[in-house]
């Protein structure tokens, strides 16, 4: 069965889990490390995100954050690309670093934020790097410094952290450490490494249980969250895909309707693109941009893209052009 694409949605909670190849390590040392956070805050910075939670461990990263209007994909691509690049030529080895598909499962922000916070800080206690949640405060390599205030990273969001506890900051910070130290003993909470029913719903009795009394949710591997939620993510999935194709489309005709109007005009598409002045090229741009307003409903930002020029002109160019032969002709 084929995998599913992921569900890339702006605005969203993402749970992202990088693991080396065949478990391999992916750090050798605290340079290796110090330099993926680096990369790490720049990526994220650029694309908008606000990154809520981290664990760097020997072969896999944990990151909790919300994306910004580009999705996860560009970011990813762009830290894990990076890193491979810069861990193969310092350690002077070839070939992939990372498993080929990292994990994203989206996240119901407000059943999961803070217990997806404190699981994602706790790892390295889990696997006894640390002893204790006094070490932890040490630890150099999980968000979790930056929230008490011992590191300062600008990229992290604590605010919003925090804000989930109330009061003053300092009230805030205690009930904080007080929610890690409660979650210590936890161990691995399985519902909170991936996506699903059963995950979701907090393990295969409580589906059954659900099932009994004849409540059957909506589910998918990709996401955490109810029924409701999962339905919600999964139907603006489809409405950004069908708006995805209609621009795919659209642009197509686009590029039908500048070839038709070259034609007609004996202009050469390269003088339309290029930015040429002449009266006939400027009154073709306008041609072109009424068309594609009223026969493909695009914008003037659209068509100034196709044709070379800035939003401004194209907009000036169609309004003298509805002004000297009318908008419906």
């Given at each position: 069965m084929p995998r599913q694409a992921r569900l890339d949605a702006p605005g969203a909670l993402h749970h992202i889990m990088v693991r080396g190849i065949n478990k391999a390590d992916i750090f050798s040392d605290d340079q290796d490390r110090r330099l993926f956070l680096d990369r790490l805050g720049l990526t994220v910075s650029a694309g908008d995100n606000a990154v809520y939670a981290w664990a760097l461990m020997r072969n896999h990263v944990h990151i909790l954050f919300r994306s910004g209007k580009s999705g996860i994909s560009s970011t990813m691509r762009k830290?894990?690309?990076?890193?491979?690049?810069?861990?193969?030529?310092?350690?002077?080895?070839?070939?992939?670093?990372?498993?080929?598909?990292?994990?994203?499962?989206?996240?119901?922000?407000?059943?999961?934020?803070?217990?997806?916070?404190?699981?994602?800080?706790?790892?390295?206690?889990?696997?006894?790097?640390?002893?204790?949640?006094?070490e932890l405060d040490r630890y150099p390599w999980t968000g979790h410094r930056s929230i008490i205030g011992k590191d300062k990273l600008p990229w992290m969001d604590?605010?919003?952290?925090?804000?989930?506890?109330?009061?003053?900051?300092?009230?805030?910070?205690?009930?904080?450490?007080?929610?890690?130290?409660?979650?210590?003993?936890?161990?691995?909470?399985?519902e909170l490494t991936g996506g699903g029913l059963i995950r979701s719903q907090g393990g295969w009795s409580q589906v059954l249980s659900n099932q009994r009394r004849g409540n059957r949710e909506e589910?998918?591997?990709?996401?955490?969250?109810?029924?409701?939620?999962?339905?919600?993510?999964?139907?603006?999935?489809?409405?950004?895909?069908?708006?995805?194709?209609?621009?795919?489309?659209?642009?197509k005709t686009l590029q039908k309707i500048v070839e038709e109007?070259?034609?007609?005009?004996?202009?050469?598409?390269?003088?339309?693109?290029?930015?040429?002045?002449?009266?006939?090229?400027?009154?073709?741009?306008?041609?072109?941009?009424?068309?594609?307003?009223?026969?493909?409903?695009?914008?003037?930002?659209?068509?100034?893209?196709?044709?070379?020029?800035?939003?401004?002109?194209?907009?000036?160019?169609?309004?003298?052009?509805?002004?000297?032969?009318?908008?419906?002709?």
């Amino acid at each position: 069965m084929p995998r599913q694409a992921r569900l890339d949605a702006p605005g969203a909670l993402h749970h992202i889990m990088v693991r080396g190849i065949n478990k391999a390590d992916i750090f050798s040392d605290d340079q290796d490390r110090r330099l993926f956070l680096d990369r790490l805050g720049l990526t994220v910075s650029a694309g908008d995100n606000a990154v809520y939670a981290w664990a760097l461990m020997r072969n896999h990263v944990h990151i909790l954050f919300r994306s910004g209007k580009s999705g996860i994909s560009s970011t990813m691509r762009k830290l894990l690309t990076w890193y491979a690049l810069y861990f193969n030529r310092r350690h002077r080895r070839t070939g992939h670093l990372f498993e080929n598909r990292y994990k994203s499962i989206l996240c119901d922000e407000d059943t999961y934020l803070l217990a997806l916070v404190r699981y994602i800080h706790l790892n390295p206690l889990r696997v006894r790097a640390v002893k204790t949640v006094e070490e932890l405060d040490r630890y150099p390599w999980t968000g979790h410094r930056s929230i008490i205030g011992k590191d300062k990273l600008p990229w992290m969001d604590i605010p919003s952290v925090l804000s989930q506890f109330g009061g003053s900051r300092t009230k805030a910070l205690n009930e904080y450490r007080r929610f890690v130290r409660e979650g210590a003993g936890q161990g691995t909470v399985k519902e909170l490494t991936g996506g699903g029913l059963i995950r979701s719903q907090g393990g295969w009795s409580q589906v059954l249980s659900n099932q009994r009394r004849g409540n059957r949710e909506e589910f998918d591997q990709r996401i955490l969250g109810s029924g409701d939620f999962v339905h919600q993510v999964l139907k603006e999935a489809e409405e950004r895909q069908v708006r995805q194709l209609k621009h795919q489309r659209s642009k197509k005709t686009l590029q039908k309707i500048v070839e038709e109007e070259c034609a007609k005009s004996g202009i050469v598409r390269t003088e339309l693109q290029g930015g040429g002045r002449r009266r006939v090229v400027s009154r073709i741009r306008a041609i072109i941009a009424l068309r594609a307003r009223t026969e493909l409903g695009l914008s003037a930002a659209a068509v100034a893209r196709e044709v070379g020029v800035g939003t401004s002109a194209i907009t000036k160019a169609m309004a003298a052009a509805e002004a000297k032969v009318g908008p419906s002709d």
